[in-house]
């Protein structure tokens, strides 16, 4: 790294702004927690004193309206020339410590916004992805969402309107979720690609998308992960079994759930899943639920294999200076120096982001379904 890393902070009730010098300067500390079960979370501490005549009233940060809930942050981090914006959301939550000198914020991505009123609202012959389709459009314009929707591999047919109507009895956020689970798909919102932007993503949890630059152990000067270590969990595989009724034929009908997910993975993360090779030692689960024809029974039984299928994880830290990029959680990523059995590539399902001054470093959760790496090389 040449240029080194460098820090934007975008802030404002309406249109985020680039924050004021005095607000910068008073800056502490950042932390970004990005996850995959979850919203995008900031926490941004800065100091205060009251020194000044400006300060006589109230600390000067809370007498301005810049830090008050439910304005918009934008966090953009440069690595060399390359800008990468690493949160978009609102401020939900304000704390101030006199006897520290600090005022604390704590916000969460723009799917906030997607979790305030609850709905009734009926969706006649309309298949999931649209549903999500239709959801999603509505925050376009205030919250800067652009869609991105992989239908399942296996979708439901659209609902005969003379059977069932699908109904939303909840946020649309929370009904976006409800759908991504039928099929063991995950909705999340993704910072980017521009300041102002977020991906609106609805689809498997590992998504196509390109590895990230890997992460090295014991590699000598390659080295650029500060610690790491794996964990194997032999009862965490689960498949899935039983009969349905089918709806349409009333016939019975016998139901199988594998993890699919772990099947379509592209690059495949593990040369030996354990539901695969640990049979027949693998936990099996019934499939108990009723009123779904068949196809929506599978897709379920499927969703449900691919929740238990994070078998082999990997928690470590990494110094951003030395690793010379920005680990995005929800994507894949290779590791390196470890040996056969725990090298290759992972789902990123969680990093932590801790940046002050001279420092950032990155928390993170990699996982996959078994052990064996299935590529003698990594994406360096």
């Given at each position: 790294?040449k ?6 902070l975008?802030?404002?009730?309406v ?11 008073a ?8 996850d995959?079960?979850?919203r ?5 501490k ?21 830090l ?10 440069t ?6 914006v690493?949160?978009?959301?609102f401020?939900?939550?304000?704390e ?9 914020v704590?916000?969460?991505?723009v799917?906030v916004?997607?979790?305030l ?11 999931e992805p649209l549903i999500?389709?239709?959801?999603i459009?509505?925050?376009a314009?205030p ?5 991105k ?17 699908p ?16 099929f063991?798909h ?7 690609p521009?300041?102002?932007?977020n ?9 196509p998308?390109?590895?990230?630059s890997?992460?090295?152990?014991n ?22 079994g039983g009969?349905?009724?089918d709806?349409?034929?009333?016939v019975?009908l016998?139901?199988a ?7 379509m993975n ?6 030996m ?7 027949p ?10 009123g ?9 039984a ?16 990494l110094?951003a200076t030395?690793?010379?990029d ?5 994507g894949?990523v290779?590791v390196?120096?470890a ?13 932590k982001?801790?940046?002050?001054r ?5 928390r993170?959760m990699l996982?996959r379904e078994?052990i ?9």
């Amino acid at each position: 790294m040449k240029l080194g890393i460098h820090l934007t902070l975008l802030i404002g009730p309406v249109v985020p702004m680039p924050a004021p010098a005095f607000l910068l300067e008073a800056m502490d500390d950042v932390e970004v927690t990005h996850d995959d079960e979850g919203r995008s979370g900031f926490q941004i501490k800065f100091r205060v004193g009251r020194s000044g005549v400006a300060d006589i009233v109230d600390y000067l940060p809370l007498t301005l309206p810049l830090l008050r809930p439910f304005n918009r942050v934008v966090i953009v981090v440069t690595v060399d020339v390359m800008p990468k914006v690493l949160f978009d959301g609102f401020i939900t939550h304000q704390e101030l410590a006199p006897g520290a000198s600090s005022i604390t914020v704590t916000g969460e991505d723009v799917s906030v916004m997607m979790d305030l009123q609850e709905k009734s609202v009926e969706y006649p012959a309309m298949p999931e992805p649209l549903i999500a389709a239709m959801l999603i459009a509505q925050y376009a314009i205030p919250c800067g969402l652009i869609p991105k929707i992989i239908p399942p591999a296996l979708p439901n047919p659209p609902p005969n309107p003379f059977d069932y109507v699908p109904v939303q009895h909840e946020t649309d956020l929370a009904y976006l979720k409800t759908m991504a689970r039928r099929f063991g798909h995950v909705f999340y919102i993704i910072p980017g690609p521009a300041p102002g932007t977020n991906t609106a993503y609805w689809g498997p949890r590992a998504g196509p998308n390109l590895p990230q630059s890997a992460l090295s152990v014991n590699m000598g000067p390659n080295t650029n992960v500060d610690s790491i270590s794996f964990k194997n969990d032999a009862m965490a595989p689960a498949v899935t079994g039983g009969m349905v009724q089918d709806r349409l034929t009333n016939v019975p009908l016998p139901v199988a759930g594998v993890p699919l997910q772990s099947l379509m993975n592209v690059p495949p993360l593990a040369a030996m899943p354990s539901w695969v090779v640990n049979q027949p030692n693998v936990r099996t689960t019934m499939f108990r639920e009723s009123g779904l024809n068949y196809a929506e029974a599978l897709t379920r039984a499927m969703g449900a294999a691919d929740a238990a299928s994070d078998v082999v994880t990997a928690e470590g830290e990494l110094d951003a200076t030395r690793y010379g990029d920005v680990l995005q959680a929800r994507g894949i990523v290779g590791v390196r120096g470890a040996g056969f059995t725990y090298d290759g590539f992972y789902y990123v399902k969680r990093v932590k982001h801790s940046i002050r001054r001279g420092q950032y470093r990155q928390r993170f959760m990699l996982t996959r379904e078994g052990i064996g790496a299935t590529s003698p090389v990594v994406v360096p």
